[in-house]
Structure formats: C-alpha cells, structure tokens
C-alpha cells in the first residue's frame, strides 16, 4: 500500500510514559515505551521518515511557581532536561529493536545528543534515521507541542500527529461528558469558533498559519500509527 505521508513528526506527551503509575519516583513504564518502538518501526519499515517531539510531564513541568517556589523561567528549563531524558529512553528502545536514531537536542549537551541543526536532522531522515528533537524549542515560556508544531514546520513534515491518549478530538471533555461525540475532520477555524483545544494557542497558530495539518489520535492502541500513515480514518484530522 501507497502511504499517505512520506515524512512525519510525531508529538508524544511525556505524561503518556509514565502508564499511570504510582508512587515513587519512578517516570516510565517500560511496557509503553516498548509499545510506542514497535509502533515507530512498523512504520519506518514501510520507508516513512519519522521525527519525534516529545514531552517531559512525566519527569518535571516549569510551570507552577506559586506552588513549586521555583522561578518561571527556571524551572522550563528543568522541564526541557525533562524531556531529554525521555528522548534518550525512547532512543534507546528504538536502538534496541534495529532502528536507527539520533538525538538532538535544542539545549547543548554534547556527550549525549548533537545539537538541533535543521539541515542535518533532515539528511538523517533520508537515510532513514529516527529523528528525536529533546529540550523542546530552547527556550522557557514554551511548550512542547510548540517545539512540535516549529519542527515539523521546519523540516517539511507533511503532517504533525499528535499522541495522546484519547482517539481524537471531542464537542466536549470525554472523560468528563459522556455525551460528548468526536469528529473525524475539523478546520482550524472551526477549532477556534467552537473553543476546542487541540494544542496550546502559539502551537496552534503556527500550525494553522504554515498549513500544517494536525492528527489528534490514540498512541497507546498499538497498530494505530500505522493504519493513520496508510491513509485509515484514525483520529481526528485538522487541516
Ligand atoms: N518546556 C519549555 N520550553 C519548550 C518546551 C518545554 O520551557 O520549548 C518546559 C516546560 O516547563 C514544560 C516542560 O518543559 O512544562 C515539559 O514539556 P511539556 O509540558 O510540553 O510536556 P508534555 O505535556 O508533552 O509531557
């Protein structure tokens, strides 16, 4: 089968590799992890360029001085060391079932990443290298969607497919409303009209202002990457 996408970047919360568990500090569950490498290889094996963002969530978030006592700015900057940690977990699996990759990383840290550098993270997707971005954008007062949204942007990824653990985007909070349906296919516009929330608002709009369309959809149910890359209505498609 003809895949639909020839290039993505995938955007993986940290939060989602933690599997709910708890108690201690103890971020991953490596039964995810695993799951999330084989699902990137079904995939790379069919010859699609794969680039991830992914989260920190699990391990730190900057963004409540109020109650932490640490410094805005501060405290984003643990949460971007955050995600290389996860970046280097999910390296490592990947690595471990046969599939290239490298880490770049936004924030330097030589001994264990190549620093961000466009032209080189695209030539290693032609050669078929995994791609992970860690340390989100860089800077503090961002997201890493908002990494997403500007990586995918900057490589020309044809679509950004956002992970999560809901199939996609709902008329309401599903765990909350259980009337609440979800769409298939919605327009930026709509999106913004109707106050639903895909992604913060800088990512977003930079999505939305590039033409970038974005894929809400269910990471934790294995084979779904899959089926989205091949074309099958999987999640919610804004465009
Ligand atoms: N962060 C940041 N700049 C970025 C990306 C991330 O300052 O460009 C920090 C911010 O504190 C954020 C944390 O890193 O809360 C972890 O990222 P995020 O909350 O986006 O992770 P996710 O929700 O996907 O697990």
Known sequence: MQPKYKRILLKLSGEALSGNKSGGFDPF???VIEQYA??????TDQGIQVAIVIGGGNIYRGMNESESGIERAHGDYM??????????AMQAMLEKIGVFTRLQS???MEQIAE???????MRHLEKGRVVIFGAGTGNPYFTTDTAGSLRAIEI????????????????????KDPTATRYDKISFQECISKGLK????????????NKL???????????????????EAVGTLVS
């Open 106 to 108: 936004a924030i330097k």
């Open 213 to 231: 369309p974005i894929i809400v959809f269910d990471m934790n149910k294995p084979g779904n990457l899959l089926k989205l890359v091949e074309g």
């Open 156 to 175: 020309k990824a044809d679509v950004i497919l956002k992970g999560t653990r809901v199939d996609g985007i709902y008329t309401a909070d599903p765990e």
């Open 29 to 31: 569950n490596p039964a």
């Open 38 to 43: 084989n699902d990137i290889k079904l995939v």
């Open 115 to 121: 620093p961000y550098i466009r032209r080189r993270a």
């Open 79 to 88: 949460g971007m060391l955050a995600t290389m940690i996860n970046g280097m």
């Open 198 to 209: 895909v992604m913060d608002m800088t990512a977003f709009t930079l999505c939305m202002e």
